[in-house]
């Protein structure tokens, strides 16, 4: 590879580094994102409560985060649709055109 | 960089090998499906960037067991988990898409190099 | 894929472990209240049984398993997760809000079931749409 693109590419892990030193360490239990009690410890506190599962990703997934959940399987089934709509495009009259 | 920082803040230094990886393949490649590749390898290190954020020392994973009870210290964030989880799948799709457009770009100029389509798309010969 | 040449090993193993990967992956399914796992997960291991047969024995698996069979099956679980979440609708509630379905229950119940059946959809939904990408991609698109 030539040395100006790997110049390029070191300067920009220099940087991603550089503002990395601000986030929390690996495995900080006073993290903010851990802390913040209306969100991650209610999920944590009151998965059980609220839905019987035990499990705590299963219940947040499909139940307190269900739109989510709805609006990425509508994305799945669009981009499958869209794969075979692009690959079927025919004029008419045979022979295959990619506009 | 400080000691502490190297210590503690490991995986950040993988997650940085990783995007720059992914960040080459896309920008200093010219074939169309080595692009494809790096944007699949850095959009893996954006999820582990996402995943190492829920880990909490000495717990466990965010099945309540019944010894454990309800304590939030004692297991690890679900909800990183589940952001990761809707955005491989979406990931998938991506690509699944990207290499059918690249298949009708294979067909319709017979080549996968970038600069020989841009050309092709300048000057239609 | 249209294999090449035949090869009894890879035709004989491929037909004995497919029933095996699909019979696991709906155990993981079903069982996502309990442990790690639920639709995303159970459907990407059904495409990938789906695939293992389209590789190893080619042309035969297109008559089990039609390409045409795929795309409408992630259809209808992405129609039976919709109406999942309709339902609550006609008795007051919000959208996607288990608990108002049914008017009378305990919303704790209805919320179990709920996710119970939205992650079976899921599944299906996931199982259908990735293996018609790759019939898609495989084929280019001609039958």
């Given at each position: 590879m030539r040395?100006?693109?790997?110049?390029?590419?070191?300067?920009?892990?220099?940087?991603?580094?550089?503002?990395?030193?601000d986030l929390p360490h690996r495995g900080d239990p006073n993290s903010p994102a851990a802390t913040h009690e209306s969100v991650s410890i209610y999920y944590i506190e009151n998965a059980y409560?609220?839905?019987?599962?035990?499990?705590?990703?299963?219940?947040?997934?499909?139940?307190?985060?269900?739109?989510?959940?709805?609006?990425?399987?509508?994305?799945?089934?669009?981009?499958?649709?869209?794969?075979?709509?692009?690959?079927?495009?025919?004029?008419?009259?045979?022979?295959?055109e990619g506009s | 960089m400080t000691a502490n920082f190297l210590i503690s803040g490991y995986p950040y230094f993988l997650i940085t090998v990783l995007m720059v990886i992914g960040m080459y393949g896309m920008a200093m490649k010219r074939n169309l499906l080595k692009k494809i590749v790096g944007m699949t390898v850095f959009q893996t290190a954006i999820y582990l960037l996402y995943?190492?954020?829920?880990?909490k020392i000495g717990a466990t994973i965010p099945v309540r067991s019944a010894e454990i009870g309800t304590d939030a210290a004692l297991y690890i964030?679900?909800?990183?988990?589940?952001?990761?989880?809707?955005?491989?799948?979406?990931?998938?799709?991506t690509t699944g898409v990207a290499l059918?457009?690249?298949?009708?770009?294979?067909?319709?100029?017979?080549?996968?190099?970038?600069?020989?389509?841009?050309?092709e798309l300048r000057d239609p010969a | 894929m249209t294999s090449r040449y035949d090869s009894l090993f890879?035709?004989?193993?491929?037909?004995?472990?497919?029933?095996?990967?699909?019979?696991?992956?709906?155990?993981?399914?079903?069982?996502?209240?309990?442990?790690?796992?639920?639709?995303?997960?159970?459907?990407?291991?059904?495409a990938a049984s789906i695939v293992l047969l389209r590789i190893s024995i080619g042309a035969e698996s297109f008559k089990r398993f039609p390409p045409n069979a795929a795309i409408v099956i992630a259809g209808v679980g992405a129609l039976?997760?919709?109406?999942?979440?309709?339902?609550?609708?006609?008795s007051g509630g919000n959208?996607?809000?288990y608990g108002a379905a049914i008017p009378g229950m305990d919303p704790v119940t209805l919320r179990y079931w709920g996710i119970f059946f939205a992650e079976l959809c899921i599944g299906f939904l996931v199982w259908g749409a990735l293996v018609a990408i790759y019939d898609a991609l495989v084929t280019g698109g001609e039958e």
């Amino acid at each position: 590879m030539r040395f100006s693109a790997l110049a390029l590419m070191a300067l920009m892990g220099a940087v991603l580094l550089w503002g990395a030193r601000d986030l929390p360490h690996r495995g900080d239990p006073n993290s903010p994102a851990a802390t913040h009690e209306s969100v991650s410890i209610y999920y944590i506190e009151n998965a059980y409560l609220d839905t019987h599962t035990p499990n705590m990703v299963t219940a947040v997934l499909a139940d307190y985060r269900g739109f989510d959940t709805f609006g990425e399987a509508v994305v799945v089934v669009t981009a499958a649709l869209s794969c075979l709509l692009i690959l079927r495009m025919r004029k008419p009259g045979g022979g295959a055109e990619g506009s | 960089m400080t000691a502490n920082f190297l210590i503690s803040g490991y995986p950040y230094f993988l997650i940085t090998v990783l995007m720059v990886i992914g960040m080459y393949g896309m920008a200093m490649k010219r074939n169309l499906l080595k692009k494809i590749v790096g944007m699949t390898v850095f959009q893996t290190a954006i999820y582990l960037l996402y995943i190492q954020g829920a880990t909490k020392i000495g717990a466990t994973i965010p099945v309540r067991s019944a010894e454990i009870g309800t304590d939030a210290a004692l297991y690890i964030n679900p909800l990183p988990q589940v952001i990761v989880l809707t955005a491989i799948v979406v990931g998938v799709a991506t690509t699944g898409v990207a290499l059918s457009l690249l298949l009708l770009i294979q067909r319709r100029f017979g080549t996968l190099d970038e600069t020989a389509i841009l050309e092709e798309l300048r000057d239609p010969a | 894929m249209t294999s090449r040449y035949d090869s009894l090993f890879l035709d004989t193993v491929a037909k004995a472990i497919v029933p095996l990967i699909q019979i696991f992956a709906f155990y993981v399914i079903t069982h996502g209240h309990y442990s790690p796992g639920g639709g995303f997960q159970g459907g990407v291991m059904l495409a990938a049984s789906i695939v293992l047969l389209r590789i190893s024995i080619g042309a035969e698996s297109f008559k089990r398993f039609p390409p045409n069979a795929a795309i409408v099956i992630a259809g209808v679980g992405a129609l039976c997760f919709a109406m999942i979440g309709f339902l609550p609708l006609f008795s007051g509630g919000n959208f996607l809000e288990y608990g108002a379905a049914i008017p009378g229950m305990d919303p704790v119940t209805l919320r179990y079931w709920g996710i119970f059946f939205a992650e079976l959809c899921i599944g299906f939904l996931v199982w259908g749409a990735l293996v018609a990408i790759y019939d898609a991609l495989v084929t280019g698109g001609e039958e």
